[in-house]
Nanobody, 122 residues
Framework: VQVVESGGGSVQPGDSLRLSCAAS????????IGWFRQAPGKEREGVSC????????LYAESVKGRFTISRDSAKNTVYLQMDSLKPEDAAVYYC????????????????WGQGTQVSVSS
């Protein structure tokens, strides 16, 4: 399994950004893709998750109503649309995959991308 993130960048508070996660190599149609983030000096935290078979989603409380996870099955890509960005959203964002169901715990996921930096400042 391979997951590759893209789409990070530097934005101002209130701006939007869309991250992409290209995922491939699954041995099953049943898997979950999650987005995580890690700010300097902080633990990695779960942001959102989407389950492949039914498209069910999960969000951390801190991003509910601002972030939207979606998928394009034809492109094997999962997106994280981030709106109304805040300085506290700044972090390295990681995409990860698991054959388990959706969750927001990093330990739940087995396959990780290299991360993409998101900076939010005025």
């Amino acid at each position: 399994v391979q997951v590759v993130e893209s789409g990070g960048g530097s934005v101002q508070p209130g701006d939007s950004l869309r991250l992409s996660c290209a995922a491939s190599g699954f041995a099953s149609d049943y898997y979950a893709i999650g987005w995580f983030r890690q700010a300097p000096g902080k633990e990695r935290e779960g942001v959102s998750c989407i389950y492949s078979s039914v498209g069910s989603t999960l969000y951390a409380e801190s991003v509910k109503g601002r972030f939207t996870i979606s998928r394009d099955s034809a492109k094997n890509t999962v997106y994280l649309q981030m709106d109304s960005l805040k300085p506290e959203d700044a972090a390295v964002y990681y995409c990860a995959a698991t054959y388990r169901s959706c969750g927001l715990r990093p330990a739940w996921f087995d396959f990780w991308g290299q991360g993409t930096q998101v900076s939010v400042s005025s």
